[in-house]
Each structure stands twice: as structure tokens, then as C-alpha cells.
């Protein structure tokens, strides 16, 4: 199954909002609400921002948030920090079962 | 604390074998799912493989299916990856992350330091 499509790169200066797309199928996001995001700064591991299209875990800021229509997830950070540049990984659920990831986003702040 | 603790990495020559294990603390070890997600040097995650709580039932990429084996050990709170017939595209830091419930992976809400594994002659 081919990974989840993630622009390459997204940029934004501080205090604005930036969104990151994920595109899927039918079969991981058009199907389930089970879409997350993950934030990884270089040589971390990934933190889990976004679980179930929408839902922040504990600890994390409201500056973060999630959709999704049809295929089509998004996150979307506002008011942008300087620490929130990073890679953004997109994942879905998928009938097998088994997680999918997208191919990553990394996000610059001008 | 929730921790998840990941060992067993090295170098290694293609064809070898070698089992990454995973040792957890700060909550119920075998009432939730686990599973070991990797990533290759600059690239994406790719996740490898996923077990339920009691261990009855597993799930792997067709990538490395038949090759690796995930197992745990609930008496000592221990995930295990055994990595056999190993190829250079094998190479990547592997992590070992928690899900939120017993039975299937929808998400990962704790993931481990993560473990790097290099398959070259």
C-alpha cells in the first residue's frame, strides 16, 4: 500500500497559520476516523499531536488542529512558534489492520 | 512516567539476524496493543509491525513480513522485534510505540528513544 501524500515542505513566519495536507483513499482515510499526526524534531522521536481526525492529547497546544473531508486530512498550526519547526507525519488506520504514515512535511519558520 | 526503552541495535552483515526488544514502565503492559514503527536515514516513518495486548494476535508490512517476528512478553513488560534475513533497506532506526487500547493500533500516543539497526558488509 503506498504511503499517504504529504507536501515536501511548508513555511510560515511566526504568529501566522500554516495547514499541511494529507491525501489518502478510500481505503485508510476516506474510511475511518482514525487519522493522527506526528510532530519529530530532528534526531527525536515522534510526539503524537493529533489522534482521531481532530482530538488533542493531553499536554498538547491548542495551536494545533485537525480536519479531514473526504480523502483529505489536514493540521493546521496557528500562531506559529519558532520551536514548532519540525517534520509533520500524517497516518491513517487501515483494514488489515495496519497504520500508514505519510511521507513526511517540513515545516520552516521564516 | 510512561516509558517505553528500546535495545539491541548494532551492525550487522546482510543476511545476519538480530532481536530488538523493548522495555516498558508507568502503565498496564498488557492491556495495551504495541507496535514497531522504523526509519530509514532521512526518510518517513514506515510502520513494521503491530501485536494485541495478550499477544494472540499479530500484524506485519508486507515489506518485512516473514522475516521479522514481534512477540512480547507480558510477565516482564518486554516488546520484541526478531529481525531475520536482513537487507540494506532494513537499515533504519526502529521504534517501539504504545496504542491506545488492547486490541488494534488506530494511533501511537507514546513512542520509545528508538534503536538503530545497520545492515552493510
Known amino acids: 500500500q503506498s504511503a499517504l501524500t504529504q507536501p515536501a515542505s511548508v513555511s510560515g513566519s511566526p504568529g501566522q497559520s500554516i495547514t499541511i495536507s494529507c491525501t489518502g483513499t478510500?481505503?485508510?482515510?476516506?474510511?475511518?476516523?482514525?487519522v493522527s499526526w506526528y510532530q519529530q524534531h530532528p534526531g527525536k522521536a515522534p510526539k503524537l499531536m493529533i489522534y482521531?481526525?481532530?482530538n488533542r492529547p493531553s499536554g498538547v497546544s491548542n495551536r494545533f488542529s485537525g480536519s479531514k473531508s473526504g480523502n483529505t486530512a489536514s493540521l493546521t498550526i496557528s500562531g506559529l512558534q519558532a520551536e514548532d519547526e519540525a517534520d509533520y507525519y500524517c497516518?491513517?488506520?487501515?483494514?488489515?489492520?495496519?497504520?500508514?504514515f505519510g511521507g513526511g512535511t517540513k515545516l520552516t519558520v521564516l | 512516567e510512561v516509558q517505553l526503552l528500546e535495545s539491541g541495535g548494532g551492525l550487522l552483515q546482510p543476511g545476519g539476524s538480530l532481536r530488538l526488544s523493548c522495555a516498558a514502565s508507568?502503565?498496564?503492559?498488557?492491556?495495551?496493543?504495541l507496535s514497531w514503527v522504523r526509519q530509514a536515514p532521512g526518510k518517513g516513518l514506515e510502520w513494521v509491525s503491530s501485536?494485541?495486548?495478550?499477544?494472540?494476535?499479530?500484524y506485519y508490512a508486507d515489506s518485512v513480513k516473514g522475516r521479522f517476528t514481534i512477540s512480547r512478553d507480558n510477565s516482564k513488560s518486554t516488546l520484541y522485534l526478531q529481525m531475520n534475513s536482513l537487507t540494506a533497506e532494513d537499515t533504519a532506526v526502529y521504534y517501539c510505540?504504545?496504542?491506545?487500547?488492547?486490541?488494534?493500533?488506530?494511533?501511537?500516543?507514546?513512542w520509545g528513544q528508538g534503536t538503530t539497526v545497520t545492515v552493510s558488509s
Open positions: 510505540a504504545k496504542g491506545p487500547g488492547k486490541y488494534v493500533v488506530y494511533h501511537l500516543d507514546v
Open positions: 497516518s491513517s488506520y487501515t483494514s488489515s489492520p495496519s497504520v500508514i
Open positions: 508507568g502503565f498496564t503492559f498488557s492491556t495495551y496493543a
Open positions: 501485536i494485541s495486548g495478550s499477544g494472540g494476535s499479530t
Open positions: 478510500s481505503s485508510d482515510i476516506g474510511r475511518y476516523n482514525y
Open positions: 482521531d481526525v481532530t
